[in-house]
């Protein structure tokens, strides 16, 4: 829901940043998301937002539990330009030791798409930052229209 919202309306994820509701948004997303799940993998843990730059929304999920489960979200969506979604998902490292794995999702004319960078980063919120920052606007394996 949280990936769907911000790549075909990410103006909302930074109005909401702007005024403060960003929290309350979240919330109401993740109550979403969890209402079809059976009690007990429903989660008491709530996602929280801010804003990164200008054009930048940080979401700190709950911690995750199993792959593909997200640590951190950030959507940047620039004047002019695609919207970027980048997560830190939970994975299999090397080794088979657990690990996060720097992903990205674009919006493509069959709809959202995603893949893997690869780079195994420490489910850390500065590691995630700098890394997701320097991810291009849309993966060269995203064929958009």
Not at 15 to 39: H, I, K, M, N, V
Not at 115 to 124: E, K, N, Y
Request: hydrophobic fraction near 45%; include cysteine; aromatic fraction near 4%.
């Amino acid at each position: 829901m949280l990936r769907d919202l911000a790549l075909t309306a990410p103006e909302r994820l930074l109005a909401a940043a702007l005024d403060g509701s960003l929290d309350a948004e979240l919330r109401a997303l993740w109550r979403q998301a969890g209402a079809g799940l059976p009690p007990g993998e429903q989660s008491d843990d709530r996602p929280v937002g801010r804003l990164v730059r200008h054009d930048s929304v940080l979401v700190t999920l709950p911690p995750a539990v199993a792959p593909p489960e997200a640590h951190f979200v950030l959507v940047t969506a620039p004047p002019g330009a695609p919207v970027r979604y980048a997560t830190l998902e939970a994975s299999p490292g090397p080794a088979g030791r657990p690990a996060a794995m720097l992903c990205m999702w674009a919006m493509t004319a069959e709809g959202p798409a995603h893949a893997s960078t690869l780079q195994f980063l420490p489910p850390r919120e500065d590691r995630f930052l700098d890394a997701a920052m320097e991810l291009p606007s849309v993966p060269p394996t995203f064929a958009l229209s």
